[in-house]
């Protein structure tokens, strides 16, 4: 039972465009949902992570929306660059432990 | 200040030999939790550790195990190595854990391949 769903699994973007990628979970017990980005050959970093609580975050070029009934958060890239090109995956969690719930993730290739 | 550390970076088994990984991580976190990351399956929690303690498991077998050190530092052994071990393990730690309110860190994984 895949817990978090995440769409598209491939994105191209022209350079300055607007990526979004989306994702939605099931559990309603989750409160806390992150945004990792992975280039190749390293570990996933943190871009931004939202409580549902709020239904949108922006830090930078960077917004989660987040949408409580619906069960559906996404990652919205402003202006993407080149070096945006990585593997974007989002997550959830319970309260209790850091026991994330990883999406399938997304990659996102920025053409200049 | 140093991120979270792991090692090997990368390492070749046999089938049915065992391994252990290292991780070392950021100075003052206390939780340490393990993924296993592979192209079929993707990111998948493993464990978790907090002051010593299995706080969390994830759904895989009991080949899989780890420990946390007094001095939070953790290593996960796989026993009896399968093919479909190959993978990126990856570490991460946190302050206190309790995702909703400290930053998960990631480590750069150790990539085993299992021949």
């Known amino acids: 039972q895949q817990q978090v769903k995440q769409s598209p699994q491939s994105l191209i973007v022209q350079k300055g465009g607007i990526s979004i990628i989306n994702c939605a979970y099931e559990n309603t017990a989750f409160d806390y949902f992150p945004w990792y980005q992975q280039f190749p050959g390293k570990g996933p970093a943190l871009l931004i992570a939202?409580?549902?609580?709020?239904s949108e975050k922006k830090e930078g070029r960077f917004t989660i929306s987040f949408n409580k009934s619906a069960k559906q958060f996404s990652l919205h890239i402003m202006d993407s660059q080149p070096g945006d090109s990585a593997t974007y995956f989002c997550?959830?969690?319970?309260?209790?432990?850091?026991?994330?719930?990883f999406g399938k993730g997304t990659t996102l290739s920025v053409s200049s | 200040k140093a991120g979270v550390t792991q090692t090997p970076r990368y390492l070749i088994k046999t089938r049915g030999q065992q391994v252990t990984l290292s991780c070392s991580p950021i100075?003052?976190?206390?939780?340490v939790s393990w993924y296993q990351q592979t192209p079929g399956q993707g990111l998948q929690f493993l464990f978790e550790y907090f002051s010593e303690t299995q706080r969390n498991k994830g759904n895989f077998p009991g080949r899989f195990s780890g420990r946390q050190f007094s001095n939070s530092r953790s290593e996960m052994n796989v026993s009896t190595l399968e093919l479909g071990d190959s993978a990126l393990y990856l570490c991460?730690?946190?302050?206190?854990?309790?995702?909703?309110?400290?930053?998960?860190?990631f480590g750069e994984g150790s990539w085993l391949t299992v021949v």
């Open positions: 100075s003052g976190h206390r939780s």
């Open positions: 991460a730690s946190s302050l206190a854990g309790g995702a909703g309110g400290n930053t998960i860190y």
């Open positions: 997550a959830a969690s319970r309260p209790a432990g850091t026991a994330l719930i």
């Open positions: 939202i409580r549902p609580d709020v």
